[in-house]
């Protein structure tokens, strides 16, 4: 049974400027930062989405020419990035764009037990290796799961139309988020905790 507080996104037919969404240009609000030269952009978690975002998006970056082969694959030095931000669309820019990635919006998916979706917002991750001492170091340093991405969970087109993605960006894995909670229940840091495949 799926729980309640659980999300379940998946790739839309249409893209988005707002809101939640996938690849294309990054949110405006990170035209000409620093990350955009070492990272590229993947996704954006729209305000409210998750209880623990309050009235903030989160965006989430991958490092530019990460492969699995590579040693940051865990915390603290994974090579991913996810920053809370305001609300905010898309740059004029295509500065940070991902190029293998498709420009999509994300959304809600029934949440289905059959179907994994390509993001999961839920108490408890589902690990493809059901290896719980991956989020060792993680949880040590007191943050707890808020969401994972999982590769399982992009669309399948039919040809002659082109893939959304043009390679797994981490092995047909999943890459786990956690983060650490102020009093509210908000979200003070969100940080990428390892990847699974």
């Known amino acids: ?7 379940h996104l998946g790739v839309g037919s249409s893209d988005s400027e ?6 294309g240009r990054p949110p405006q609000v990170f035209a000409g930062q620093p990350i955009l030269q070492m990272h590229e952009y993947l996704l954006t978690l729209e305000a409210h989405t998750a209880s623990w975002l309050g009235a903030r998006e989160l965006s989430v970056f991958i490092r530019r020419g990460f492969s699995i082969g590579d040693d940051d694959l865990e ?4 090579g991913f990035s996810a920053v809370l931000h ?17 420009s999509a919006a994300l959304v809600n998916l029934p949440a289905d037990d059959e ?3 390509l993001v999961l917002i839920a108490p408890q991750p589902v690990l493809i290796q059901n290896e719980p001492s991956y989020a060792d170091a993680v ?5 707890r799961f808020l969401f994972q991405i999982n590769e399982e969970g992009w669309p ?7 893939e959304f993605v043009e390679e797994y960006l981490f092995g047909y894995g999943s890459v786990y988020f956690y983060g650490s909670a102020d ?9 990428p905790g390892f990847l699974d495949f």
């Open 139 to 143: 949880e040590a340093d007191g943050h």
């Open 86 to 102: 305001p609300p905010s669309s898309r740059s004029a820019e295509s500065a940070g764009t991902h190029e293998g990635l498709g």
């Open 115 to 117: 179907v994994m979706p």
């Open 18 to 23: 707002v809101g939640s969404r996938i690849g």
């Open 75 to 78: 915390y603290p030095d994974i």
């Open 1 to 7: 049974m799926t729980p309640v507080d659980s999300v």
């Open 156 to 162: 399948v087109v039919a040809e002659p139309q082109p």
């Open 183 to 191: 009093a509210a229940g908000l979200a003070d840091e969100v940080v």
